[in-house]
C-alpha cells in the first residue's frame, strides 16, 4: 500500500526536499563564489578548494534545494534566478562580517581593508592616483587593488568595490554621482610645429588612435566625421597610450584635457572638441556603499579628483 502510494505521487519528494533542506552560510558562500566565478576553477580559487570540492558542494546543495542552481554549458556556470537571488542574500552576509571584523579591528576613527577600483588606465594615471596619494596619509591602514580595463564586469560581478568611468550611460544597478564633463582636444607634439587645424589638414600627418577595442569612443566618432580619409598610421588599445605617443612626436591625436595638462611635451591644435566629450562617473555597487573603508574612499575621490 505504502509502494502504490509514493508511485501515485512521484513529484512528492521535489516538493518536500527544499522545504526540509536547511541552508547554512558555507551553502551560501559557494554559491556566491560561482556566480562570482563563473567556473568551478574560478570558484574553488576563490574558496581555497579545488574545482571537484566546489562541484560535490553544488551537487549537494541542488540535490537538497531540489532545483538546480546553474545552467552548465563549455562556457562555465551560468546562474538562475535562484542562484542570483541566493548570491544577493551571501553578499549581505558578507559586508555584514567584513564591516564587523573593521569594527574588531580598528581604533576609533581609523579605517583599514583593502578597496578595489576598476577604471581605465587613462583614468587611473590621470585622476585616480593622485587622488588615492593624499588618501594614504589620512588613512595609512587602507590598502588598494587597482583594476584598468574598458569593461565594467569586475564591478558588476562585485570583483570591484568602486568604478570610476568615463560614460553618458552609467549602468542603471549601480549607483554614483557625475563628476563632470571630460573635455578632449587634438594635440601634437610640443616639437611638431603643429599649431592650428589648418596645419594639419595642409600636411600629411600621422594620426594616433583607439583600436577596436574603443570603437564607440567619442574621439573615434569625431575623427571619422572631421577627417573621414583618415587612415590612423598607429592604433593603440587605451587613450594613454594615443597621449604618450602624440609625445614621443609619432603623429597627433585626440586626447582628454586633465591628461594632456600633465604632459609638458603637448601642444593643444585647435579648440576644444564639443562632439569628443564625455562625463566621468564615479559608481560603486548597492551593497558596498555602506561599508566604512569603500565610503571613505568614494567620497575621497569624490573631492579630490580634478578635471580642470
Keep these: ?134 588618501l594614504r596619509e589620512q588613512h595609512p591602514l587602507l590598502g588598494f587593488e587597482l583594476h584598468t580595463g574598458n569593461e565594467l564586469a569586475s564591478l558588476t560581478r562585485r570583483d570591484a568595490d568602486i568604478a570610476v568611468r568615463a560614460t553618458k550611460r552609467p549602468p542603471a544597478h549601480l549607483v554614483g554621482r557625475k563628476l563632470g564633463p571630460i573635455r578632449a582636444a587634438l594635440f601634437a607634439s610640443a616639437s611638431s610645429g603643429l599649431r592650428s587645424m589648418a596645419d594639419v589638414d595642409a600636411g600629411s600627418v600621422a594620426w594616433i588612435a583607439p583600436d577596436d577595442a574603443l570603437p564607440e569612443h567619442p574621439s573615434v566618432l569625431w575623427r571619422r566625421k572631421a577627417f573621414p580619409r583618415v587612415v590612423p598610421q598607429y592604433r593603440v588599445s587605451s587613450i ?38 564625455t562625463e566621468l562617473w564615479l559608481l560603486t555597487h548597492p551593497q558596498s556603499r555602506h561599508l566604512r573603508r569603500v565610503s571613505t574612499v568614494y567620497a575621497h575621490l569624490g573631492e579630490h579628483m580634478r578635471l580642470e
Excluded: C, K, W
Design 1 to 134: 500500500m505504502v509502494a502504490h502510494r509514493q508511485s501515485e505521487y512521484p513529484d512528492m519528494q521535489s516538493v518536500i526536499a527544499p522545504a526540509q533542506y536547511a541552508l547554512t552560510p558555507a551553502d551560501l558562500e559557494v554559491v556566491l563564489a560561482l556566480v562570482r566565478g563563473g567556473t568551478l576553477a574560478a570558484a574553488g580559487d576563490r574558496l581555497g578548494v579545488n574545482a571537484s570540492t566546489v562541484f560535490r558542494s553544488l551537487q549537494r546543495i541542488e540535490r537538497g534545494l531540489g532545483a538546480p542552481l546553474f545552467a552548465r554549458s563549455r562556457s562555465g556556470y551560468t546562474p538562475t534566478e535562484m542562484a542570483m537571488l541566493l548570491a544577493e542574500q551571501a553578499e549581505q552576509i558578507e559586508a555584514a562580517l567584513e564591516s564587523s571584523r573593521s569594527v574588531v579591528r580598528q581604533q576609533p576613527g581609523a579605517v583599514s581593508g583593502t578597496v578595489r577600483i576598476t577604471t581605465t588606465d587613462t583614468i587611473l594615471h590621470g585622476l585616480v592616483a593622485p587622488a588615492l596619494a593624499s
Design 240 to 277: 594613454l597610450s594615443v597621449a604618450q605617443l602624440v609625445e614621443l612626436g609619432l603623429g597627433v591625436g585626440v586626447v582628454p584635457l586633465f591628461l594632456a595638462q600633465q604632459m609638458p611635451g603637448l601642444v593643444q591644435v585647435g579648440e576644444t572638441l564639443e562632439e569628443g566629450q
